[in-house]
């Protein structure tokens, strides 16, 4: 006796177990129940319609272990019956080989093309009782392109078969069906046999369509595999759906539809926009956060002493602007422990270097008149930006004025 068994003969044994899978018994599934999953949002329906081809053929009737190939296929589209969510799906059934009859070979539509009804299914999956005769599973798969030729929707054909007694007419067929619906069309194949010739057609006919899957029976047998098949043929994973594009998922959004650009919560409900410093710009549009209350600010939230004019190249403070100026003062007092950097700024005309030095004087300048109205002059630090942080375009005599100005930044 050799001690190892041939190669061949362990790649038949393998096959034949995989594609016969064990003892399938009906009344013992109890499938994963995909309706909560199916409700997060997370997932997204990649099929509109689907057909389901059982082969009840004379070779299904041949024994598969302690059950028979036709009645393990049988149970095996009961489960996936049972599996399936509630979705919106038109669908059909068809059998080839005695089917209906004991003898005799059909090729019958026991159920639709109707909008998918689990319990009709159930029913009609009921009346294929038999198995023999003839495998012309070409002819199933062409009139199932006929069923579904003048829809648009995307179609998944799924073949429970041996692929035993064919030629290369199912594979064929298959080819001219996914010719006429193009990357609308999947075929998924699940082999129950032990043939290797059967399972390589199978896999041939899986590869025809856009996409698809060729499994064995043991891989969906069980309700986590059946689970996991039925999410790789009707289901796309997108990870996490956002319908409104609010930044909440769907699953979690109480309040689903919220225009574009509105500010939500952490259930996806509109908020009104929040001023955190209170000085009349949203946070969202506000450049700078923290300022006082009391200060005045301009359009971006930044406390900005307006009207406090320099001439062109001067620093020299103009009479108007010490009006302006006493307003900061009673800022300061409210807020004894504020800290604020003055900042300089200057038009685009004039070099950087001589800008910065410009901008500083006119920033000590402010500091000077603050501190000779009595405001801590530790509390007052200067900073000279030139013309590189302007607050309007240079490119007109107001622009440039604006930029001739001087801000005060709350300091940390």
Known sequence: MRKYLPLGAV????????GCGGMLARDAFQPVDLNPEWGTGRWVKKVDQFAVILDSSMSMAGDCRAQGKFDRAHALVGRLNQTIPE??????????????????????LVYGPKPYSSDEFAAALDTIRWAGGESPLDKAI????????????????IIFSDGELMDDAPKNAARKMAAQFGDRLCFHTVFVGNSYNGKI?????????????????ADIASPEGMADFVRSVFFDDSG???????????????????????????KGCPIEPRDSDGDGVIDDKDECPGTPKGARVDERGCWVVENVFFDTDKSKIKPQGFKVLDEVVPVLEQN?????????????RGTEEYNRKLSLRRANAVRAYLVKKGVDAERLTVVGYGFSKPAAPNDTKEGMAKNRRVEFMPLP
């Open 11 to 18: 790649a038949l044994l393998l096959l034949f177990t995989l």
């Open 87 to 108: 979705m919106e799906l038109t669908s059909e059934l068809r059998t080839f080989g005695a089917g209906t009859r004991r003898f005799g070979t059909r090729n019958l």
């Open 142 to 157: 062409e009139d199932a392109c006929a069923d579904f030729a003048s829809s648009e929707g995307r179609t998944a054909v």
């Open 201 to 217: 057609l199978m896999d041939e006919i899986a590869a025809e369509g856009n996409c698809g899957s060729s499994v064995n029976a």
């Open 240 to 266: 996490i759906m956002d319908s409104d594009g609010d930044g909440v998922p769907d699953h979690l959004d109480q309040c689903p539809g919220t225009p574009k650009g509105v500010r939500v919560d952490s």
């Open 336 to 348: 004894p422990d504020l800290k604020v950097e003055v900042q300089g700024h200057a038009d685009i």
